[in-house]
C-alpha cells in the first residue's frame, strides 16, 4: 500500500518501479475532452521550424552542442517508420524500411525481429507481410509464440555489409490484460504505442538476444540508433514522442499527421491522449516537458520541480544529457513508472493522490536517462548495471536536495533492511543475475535493494571524490554504447588503480549462506 503517511519509507511496489499488481492503488479515471476544448499541442521544438510542413531533422533532437555526436554512427541501425492508428477498430497498421549494417565480426547468415505486442507482457498481437530483403521476397520463420522472426540470410551478410529491409504489420491494441505494466494498449483514453514496431535485436557474444523476458522485468534489449516516424491519429489526440516532432498535418477526415526524429537513440516510443497538459521548464539546456490530465495540476508541477532537479544532480554528477527534451507522462500503466529514451511515464495514481513516494519514482526514471538510455546494457541478462545504479543515484539526488540525513536514513530503510530480511529468510542471491534467475518477489528485492548496496560500499572505500569520478569515467567511455559489467570494473580500476573486486564478488556476485 503506498502511503503518504509516512513520506519516503517507500512500499516495495513504489520503490521498485516494476510491475506490481495495483490492488491498493485507486482506479485512474478515464481522460475525456470537451467539445469546447483543444487538445495541448505536443512539445514544440527548442527552434521551431520555419513551416509546419519542414520535416525535422535528427540535429533537432538534438542540444547544439551536441550535434557532432551524430557523426559517431555512421553504422548505426535506421528506422523509418509510418504508423497509422484506428482507434475505432484499435489497432495500427505500419511500413518499416530498415537500413542494417552488420557491425559484428562475424558473418551473419540470419537476421532476426522482435514483436514485442506477441510477447505475454504486452497482450497485443502483431503480423508481418510482404517482407522484402534488398528488394527480394523473404520468407521469415516465426519463433517464442510469434514474438521473434528469423529471416535467413542468403548469401549471409559479411561483417561491414549493410542490406535494407522492408515490410508491411499491424498491431492489435489490447485493451485488457492481465500481466506486465499495461505499457502497450489503449487504457483510459490514453494510447501507448509501446515498440509497436519490429526491432532488430543486439547481436553481440552470446548471438541473437530473442530470449522471452520474464513479465517483471524489461523485455528490450536494442542498441543505438535513428527513428525516422510518421505518425497518423484522430486530431483530438496529442503526440509525446521519444525525440521531437513537426506541428502535424490536418486532413478533411479530421486525421493529424506528425513526422517525427529521435535518435541517437535505443528505442522509440509514443503516447497519443485527448486531455493532457503540458508545463515546462529549462534546466541545463534541456527543456523538461510535465504531460499530465487535466486536473492533475498540482502533480504534474510536482513532477516537472522533481525531474528538472533530478536533471540539473544528474547532469553535473554523471554528465550532460545530450538531447533537447525530457517528457515526463502521466499514465494509466500499472507500474509506479517506466523509462524509455527521451520519454518517462508516471502512474497516474501518483497525481491522484500526490503520495510523496512519486519523487522517488520520478526521480529513479530520470536517472534512467543515464542508465540505460545514454549507457546501455543487457536490461535482461546483467538488470543490476542500470537498475541498482539508478537507484543509488536516486539516493545521490536525496542526498543533494534535502541533506546527508536523509540520505543515511534511506540507505538503511529503503535497501539495508529490506535485504536483510530477505538474508534472514534463506533467500539472498547474487544480484548479477539475470531477471529469469529470480521469482517476482526476490528480483526486486536483490537487484534494486542489494545492488545498490554495492554501490554504497564502493563510495566508502574509495571516498566520493573518486567514487564521482569512477561514475563519469563510466559515462564518458560507454556514452551511446552497450556497458558489460567488466566496463564498470575497468573505470573503477582506472580510477583507484584496484577494481576493489572482494566488494564486486560480495554484493553482485556473491550470496550469504543460509
Sequence with gaps: MIRRNRPLLLTLCSLLVIACLPTTIPSTPTATLSPASSPAPAPALSSPPPTATLPPDHAQALRPEFSADLALFPDATRYEIELIVDLDATTVTGHERVSYTNTAAVVLDALYLRLFPNTPGYGGEMAVTDVLLDGAPAEPVAEL????????????????????LTLDFTASIPTHVGT????????????????????????????????????????????????????????????FVSGVCSPPTFDSDDIATWTCVAGPMRDFNAILGPDYRVKSDVVEGVTVNSIFYSGHQEGGELALDQATEAVRIFSNRFGPYPFTELDIVETPTSAGGIEYPGLVVINSAYYETLSEDMEWVVVHETGHQWWYSLVGNDQVDDPWLDEALVQYSTLLYYEERYGAGLAADLVDEVFRQPYEGLVESGRDAPAGMPVAAYDADDYGTVVYRKGPLYFHELRREVGDEDFGAIVQTYFNHNRYAVARPEDWLTAVESVTGDEHHALYEQWIMGATEP
Design 145 to 164: 509464440d510469434g514474438s521473434a522472426l528469423r529471416l535467413p540470410l542468403d548469401p549471409p551478410l559479411e561483417p561491414g555489409a549493410q542490406l535494407d
Design 180 to 239: 506486465g505494466y499495461r505499457q502497450f494498449g489503449y487504457y483510459d483514453g490514453i494510447l501507448a504505442l509501446t515498440n509497436v514496431y519490429p526491432l532488430i535485436p543486439v547481436y553481440d557474444d552470446e548471438g541473437w538476444n530473442v530470449e522471452m523476458a520474464p513479465t517483471y522485468g524489461d523485455a528490450v534489449y536494442s542498441e543505438t540508433s535513428f527513428y525516422n516516424v510518421r505518425i497518423s491519429a484522430p486530431a483530438e489526440m496529442a503526440l
